[in-house]
T-cell receptor
Framework: DAKTTQPTSMDCAEGRAANLPCNHS???????VYWYRQIHSQGPQYIIH???NNETNEMASLIITEDRKSSTLILPHATLRDTAVYYC???????????FGTGTSLTVIP | GAVVSQHPSWVICKSGTSVKIECRSL??????MFWYRQFPKQSLMLMAT?????????EQGVEKDKFLINHASLTLSTLTVTSAHPEDSSFYIC???????????FGQGTRLTVV
């Protein structure tokens, strides 16, 4: 599986947009980009995934660059409950495994 | 999203005993389930992948005889930690994937403490 690189930690002011970057320069053409988050001592929560087009759902937006070597997860209006570790994962649809990297610890500040 | 339930949420056991953790998909059929282990301040480490009715596939370095996985039905997988030792104390998390599904859904995790 392609590796991902994320900043170790980020802060965001409550009510502002949180933009979490992810580099996946070795991503293959059949690999999707997934985002999960883990709030302390809980199981990860699915956020969003995409292949090459930008995606939006009720939780977040996913912006994937045209060359697909990087992506950004956007939480449009961060709240204190969005404080969590955010994981960016690349995975081939036909491959089953989800391998987690180190993730980004996002702290939303009041 | 779909619901995956783990039981128990936490367990304390004596060294040398075995512990079974259950993972259930409550509102979908999970053809594939994954088991992870997470130590404090670390990321999730994939231990094994199980497909319903087949033997689990273990990641390199994971002892299959120590971590027994059974995926006997489309809604239930179990992880048994045999002859547990204090170094097995960890947060164990399962996730489930429906056939043709693209998102894996995770249980709430089981905190195992071996004393």
């Amino acid at each position: 599986d392609a590796k991902t690189t994320q900043p170790t930690s980020m802060d965001c002011a409550e009510g502002r947009a949180a933009n979490l970057p992810c580099n996946h320069s070795t991503i293959s053409g059949n690999e999707y980009v997934y985002w999960y988050r883990q709030i302390h001592s809980q199981g990860p929560q699915y956020i969003i995934h995409g292949l090459k087009n930008n995606e939006t759902n009720e939780m977040a937006s996913l912006i994937i660059t045209e060359d697909r070597k990087s992506s950004t997860l956007i939480l449009p209006h961060a709240t204190l409950r969005d404080t969590a570790v955010y994981y960016c994962i690349v995975r081939a649809y036909t491959g089953n495994q989800f391998y987690f990297g180190t993730g980004t610890s996002l702290t939303v500040i009041p | 999203g779909a619901v995956v339930s783990q039981h128990p949420s936490w367990v304390i056991c004596k060294s040398g005993t075995s512990v079974k953790i259950e993972c259930r998909s409550l509102d979908f059929q999970a053809t594939t389930m994954f088991w992870y282990r997470q130590f404090p301040k670390q990321s999730l480490m994939l231990m094994a992948t199980s497909n319903e009715g087949s033997k689990a596939t273990y990641e390199q370095g994971v002892e299959k005889d120590k971590f027994l996985i059974n995926h006997a039905s489309l809604t239930l997988s179990t992880l048994t930690v045999t002859s547990a030792h204090p170094e097995d104390s960890s947060f164990y998390i399962c996730s489930a994937l429906a056939q043709g599904g693209r998102e894996a859904f995770f249980g709430q995790g089981t905190r195992l403490t071996v004393v």
